[in-house]
């Protein structure tokens, strides 16, 4: 089978994203499986197109989108996105929009259509920026797609400076390292290979 992972650029005051440079880590096979990565730009408008190009580009049978959320210690399983656009500081378009609907006509929300059982922890709050948004559309493919937010490590433990418009907490500071993000990531990419086996 071929699975689709992407990440996400840097944005707001940050030279980095750890779910890009997570993507760096990655294996590009597992065995007969392989691995394609792909950067979104943090944008409302643009994101979901160059998802739509990925995809018409791998034909992927599974999806996997990391974002970066900064107020996670963990890794978390995003089961749910919302209808909703709703950003505290602007995209890197400079667009911010406050509470508009993402689809006019689409459901309020929509679940995670990846059915993998997984060590790694759920969450129900994929915030309001252009994580959301992504996951939001990604959930309305017919591909299993599986959004997923990684703690904003910094390379060699910078602090990061952005994450509030996932957390209101944010930013914290979390004892994982990029390593540990990849081998954690790449155990669950195992998993999905295991359930979904190879492409028929």
């Known amino acids: 089978m071929r699975i689709l992972v992407t990440g996400f650029e840097p944005f707001g005051a940050d030279t980095s994203n750890a779910s890009e440079q997570t993507l760096k880590l990655l294996p590009q096979s597992l065995g007969e499986h392989q691995i394609h990565t792909g950067v979104l730009p943090v944008s409302f408008r643009r994101s979901t197109r160059v998802l739509d190009d990925l995809i018409a580009t791998h034909v992927p049978d599974a999806l996997v989108l990391l974002g970066e959320a900064g107020g996670r210690r963990q890794i978390n399983l995003e089961r749910f996105a919302v209808n909703r656009m709703s950003a505290r500081i602007a995209d890197n378009d400079g667009a911010q929009p406050a509470g508009e609907r993402i689809e006019p006509a689409g459901p309020a929300r929509r679940e995670a259509t990846m059915a993998v059982p997984s060590e790694l ?17 990604a959930y309305g493919l017919p591909i299993p797609a599986q959004f997923i ?28 390292s990029l390593a540990q993000l990849a081998d954690s990531l ?4 195992q998993d999905i290979c295991f359930h979904h086996g190879p492409r028929r």
């Open 186 to 189: 790449t155990r669950y990419l």
């Open 149 to 176: 937010h990684l703690p904003a490590v910094r390379p060699d433990r910078q602090r990061a400076l952005v994450g509030a418009e996932t957390d209101g907490s944010a930013p914290v500071a979390s004892e994982l």
């Open 121 to 137: 922890a759920a969450s129900e709050d994929a915030g309001g920026f252009v994580c959301n948004r992504i996951a939001y559309h």
